[in-house]
């Protein structure tokens, strides 16, 4: 395959031929990890060479990286795009260098035709689902509820506080008393929990924890247990990604419930580009994957053992 777009398409590319670019967001969660692991296998697998840029969290980074694809002539690339805005001129130039891009697992605020498709889940859905769970478990019992964000201005952080808020509408025994930012980490997400327990009479006045995703939950659970709190009982926990280590927690009644999110976007997305590039089959403009609740009632230990082996 040549290194311009226009040589490999209509049945002259083969997987193996590919150079792809993928500028990752960087480490921040066991759920990201895995998105990871899982590309770089089905890169692997496909014969693709992987270019791969770890952004350590920064859009700068990310931009840099994407320059560094584009001057290298990639035939695609793959974007985890930290936060939803400011993509537009450097989506333009891969645009006018005639680069598919394929944003993986966060949406952006450009238009449509910078991109080739966005493989995500249902964000705002993702914080609907985590929403009504808990408006099911309290069943009209007053219920102060902290909220534990992801990365400022990116898609999940504002989409799923979106789906979660809209889910309490309505049900005012449910009331979100504190809500801040974790960056989507555990350090951070037992940082501010802390913080929430100590403003929150040492967490007595605290019902419930809603996480943007489990490692800021994990973090969370670890803060409640040392401030003499049992979490899963005293505090309700309920987070988003479904990666193992929350499945533990479940396992041990210190997490309730979770909403799965698959760390394999990579997959989906090589398919898409594979079509194109074979004979200009446009995908649709979002390939969305599933977005599943565990509870406590799925046998927490038996997905934890399963879960493991799968890239995480
Ligand atoms: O964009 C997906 C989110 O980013 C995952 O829920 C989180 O764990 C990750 O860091």
Same mark, same amino acid.
């Given at each position: 395959c040549a290194t311009i777009l226009a040589?490999?398409?209509?049945?002259?590319?083969? $997987? $193996?031929?590919?150079?792809?670019?993928?500028?990752?967001?960087?480490?921040?969660?066991?759920w990201r990890a895995a998105e990871t692991t899982l590309t770089?296998?089905?890169?692997?697998?496909?014969? #693709?060479?992987?270019?791969?840029?770890?952004?350590?969290?920064?859009?700068?980074?990310q931009i840099k990286a994407l320059r560094s694809f584009i001057a290298q002539g990639v035939d695609a690339i793959l974007i985890a795009p930290v936060v939803a805005t400011g993509w537009d001129e450097v989506l333009t130039e891969a645009k006018d260098a005639? #680069? @598919?891009?394929?944003?993986?697992?966060? =949406? +952006?605020?450009s238009k449509d035709d910078l991109y080739l498709t966005?493989? =995500?889940?249902?964000? +705002?859905?993702?914080?609907?689902?985590?929403?009504?769970?808990?408006?099911?478990?309290?069943?009209?019992?007053?219920?102060?509820?902290? /909220?534990?964000? %992801? =990365? =400022? %201005?990116?898609? @999940?952080?504002i989409d799923r506080k979106k789906g979660f808020e809209e889910a309490l509408k309505g049900h005012d025994n449910l009331k979100i008393v504190r809500s801040q !930012?974790?960056?989507?980490?555990? !350090?951070?997400?037992?940082?501010?929990?802390?913080?929430?327990?100590?403003a929150e009479d040492g967490g007595k006045n605290i019902c419930a924890l809603y996480a943007h995703n489990d490692?800021? $939950?994990?973090?969370?659970?670890? $803060? #409640?247990? /040392?401030?003499?709190?049992?979490?899963?009982?005293?505090?309700? +926990?309920?987070s988003i990604d479904a990666v193992p280590d929350i499945f533990q927690a479940m396992a041990a009644g210190e997490a309730n419930a979770t909403v799965e999110l698959t760390p394999n976007m990579a997959g989906p997305a090589l398919d898409a580009l594979d079509a194109f590039l074979k004979d200009g089959t446009k995908p649709a403009k979002w390939i969305q994957t599933e977005s599943k609740l565990y509870t406590q009632a799925d046998d927490p230990q038996k997905i934890y053992e399963e879960k493991k082996g799968l890239g995480y």
């Open positions: 040589a490999c398409m209509f049945g002259s590319a083969s $997987a $193996a031929d590919l150079t792809i670019g993928f500028s990752q967001i960087g480490s921040e969660s066991g770089k296998q089905q890169a692997e697998k496909r014969g #693709i060479d992987l270019k791969f840029a770890d952004a350590q969290q920064k859009q700068e980074n005639e #680069i @598919p891009v394929i944003l993986l697992d966060r =949406t +952006v605020d966005a493989v =995500t889940s249902d964000l +705002v859905h993702e914080g609907n689902v985590a929403g009504k769970w808990l408006v099911d478990t309290t069943a009209g019992k007053p219920c102060n509820v902290v /909220e534990l964000q %992801g =990365t =400022t %201005g990116s898609s @999940p952080a !930012t974790g960056d989507f980490t555990r !350090t951070k997400g037992k940082e501010v929990m802390e913080s929430f327990l100590k490692d800021m $939950a994990v973090g969370a659970i670890q $803060a #409640i247990k /040392e401030a003499g709190l049992k979490p899963g009982k005293d505090i309700l +926990v309920v």
